[in-house]
C-alpha cells in the first residue's frame, strides 16, 4: 500500500520545513458509517504545518522552542475541536471538518510563517470491506476557506472475483485486494458519495 504521505513533490513545497503532529484519533459526526448510520464514528488525524524557507532559523539561533510553532497547544486545541459533540441534525462534512482543522492550525500559529497546512483524515469505518478509507487535503494561507488540493484513498478495498477462464477457476471467486485513489477537482462541487461509488464498482465487477 502506498503510504498517503508519499505524495509527489510537484504538490507541496519540496524545500521546506515541516512541523507536524502524527495521528490524532478521536470520533466524530461526519456523515453515515459503512452501515448507513448517522452517528459518531472513529477518526484519526494528522496535520502538516509547511513552513516558509528559513522559518525555523530563529529557532535554531536562540534555542528556544517559544520562537517556533507551538505543537503542543495546536495538539490541545485540534484534539477540543475533534471532542467537541456535534449533533445529528448538525454534523460535519468531510471538507467542513478539515476546513476546520486548517483554521485552527492557522490561528495557532505564525499566519506568515506557515505556507499551507496539509490534513490526513482517517475514516476507517466509512467503507465496509476496507481496512481504511482516508482524505488528505491542503489549505493555504492565501484562502484558508477553500481547499487547495484533495485526494481520497480506499485502503485494502476486499472484492471477491471470478478470475481465469478454466471451469475449475470459474466455479469459485478469489481474494482481491485493491487499493484506489481519487484525485478530486478544487472549487465549488457537489460532494462524491464514495459509499454508494465504490458499492457501483462492486456491481460492474
Known amino acids: 500500500m502506498v503510504p498517503l504521505t508519499a505524495m509527489s513533490p510537484l504538490q507541496f513545497p519540496s524545500t521546506t520545513d515541516i512541523v507536524f503532529v502524527d495521528t490524532l484519533h478521536s470520533s466524530a459526526t461526519i456523515g453515515p458509517d459503512c452501515w448507513g448510520r448517522i452517528r459518531a464514528q472513529p477518526i484519526n488525524v494528522s496535520i502538516y504545518l509547511h513552513l516558509e524557507q528559513s522559518y525555523l532559523d530563529i529557532s535554531g539561533q536562540t534555542d528556544n522552542v517559544l520562537d517556533t510553532v507551538n505543537y503542543g497547544r495546536l495538539t490541545k486545541v485540534i484534539s477540543t475541536l475533534l471532542d467537541t459533540p456535534r449533533s445529528e441534525d448538525d454534523p460535519y462534512s468531510i471538507d467542513s471538518l478539515i476546513l476546520a482543522i486548517g483554521k485552527q492550525a492557522f490561528e495557532l500559529s505564525d499566519a506568515d510563517g506557515v505556507e499551507e497546512v496539509r490534513i490526513v483524515l482517517g475514516i476507517p469505518k466509512m467503507i465496509l470491506l476496507a481496512s481504511n478509507f482516508s482524505i488528505e487535503a491542503t489549505v493555504s494561507r492565501m484562502d484558508p476557506s477553500v481547499l487547495t488540493s484533495k485526494r481520497v484513498l480506499v485502503h485494502d478495498l476486499v472484492v471477491p472475483v471470478v ?6 477457476e470459474r466455479r469459485e471467486r478469489q481474494r ?4 484506489i485513489i481519487f484525485y478530486e477537482g478544487v472549487g465549488p462541487k457537489s460532494p462524491v458519495d464514495y459509499q454508494k461509488l465504490i458499492r457501483d464498482l462492486f456491481k460492474v465487477r
Open 163 to 168: 478470475i481465469g477462464v478454466n471451469g475449475h
Open 176 to 179: 482481491v485486494v485493491v487499493n
